[in-house]
């Protein structure tokens, strides 16, 4: 299980929505634990993102992926405040995957879960030019999802 900011961490003092049980990642109440369920039986599938508790104040960003094929499979649990930046690095994309310094740029932001669209606004770069770095890095790299792209480079991540 990933933390990516400090409020996340709430989840390891079982104070929040979620908490670890027993070495299991729990839900609070019945509904978040069915959400909890729902979402990593899902991302068995395919990787799954929601907000889980928006409706009660309370808010943790949830994201699962599976880390590999089959019912049984491991999974990924990312934990993060929806309302926290995210500062995510990756220094060794270049050398181990063989992309551009633009690319690489590209990259961090999708993985902060930022659009094509605001990724060129930020950087002052057309849509054209980020979706071509997106798509250039994903065939380097060997993904064709965000998801994939997430679990492909988990293990390279430092997320704060």
Same mark, same amino acid.
């Given at each position: 299980?990933?933390? !990516?900011?400090?409020? !996340?961490?709430?989840?390891?003092?079982?104070?929040?929505?979620?908490?670890?049980?027993?070495?299991?990642? !729990?839900?609070?109440?019945?509904?978040?634990?069915?959400?909890? !369920?729902?979402?990593?039986?899902?991302?068995?599938r395919a990787a799954r993102s929601v907000v889980i508790g928006a409706d009660g104040?309370?808010?943790?960003?949830?994201e699962i992926v599976a880390l590999g094929d089959g019912d049984a499979s491991p999974?990924?649990?990312?934990?993060r405040d929806p309302n926290a930046p995210v500062e995510i690095e990756c220094p060794?994309?270049?050398?181990?995957?063989?992309?551009?310094?633009?690319?690489?740029?590209?990259?961090?932001?999708?993985?902060?879960?930022?659009?094509?669209?605001?990724?060129?606004?930020?950087?002052?770069?057309?849509?054209?030019?980020?979706?071509?770095?997106?798509?250039?890095?994903?065939?380097?790299?060997?993904?064709?999802?965000?998801?994939?792209?997430?679990?492909?480079?988990?293990?390279?991540?430092?997320?704060?």
């Amino acid at each position: 299980m990933l933390v !990516a900011n400090r409020r !996340a961490l709430v989840v390891l003092d079982g104070v929040g929505l979620l908490s670890l049980r027993d070495g299991a990642l !729990a839900g609070r109440d019945r509904k978040t634990a069915a959400e909890l !369920a729902t979402l990593v039986a899902d991302a068995r599938r395919a990787a799954r993102s929601v907000v889980i508790g928006a409706d009660g104040g309370e808010a943790m960003f949830v994201e699962i992926v599976a880390l590999g094929d089959g019912d049984a499979s491991p999974v990924a649990v990312l934990l993060r405040d929806p309302n926290a930046p995210v500062e995510i690095e990756c220094p060794d994309l270049e050398t181990i995957f063989g992309v551009t310094p633009g690319e690489h740029q590209v990259l961090v932001q999708l993985l902060k879960g930022y659009s094509s669209r605001e990724i060129a606004d930020q950087f002052g770069k057309s849509i054209l030019t980020v979706r071509t770095h997106v798509k250039r890095a994903y065939g380097k790299i060997g993904v064709k999802t965000r998801g994939q792209l997430f679990a492909r480079l988990l293990p390279f991540l430092t997320i704060r």
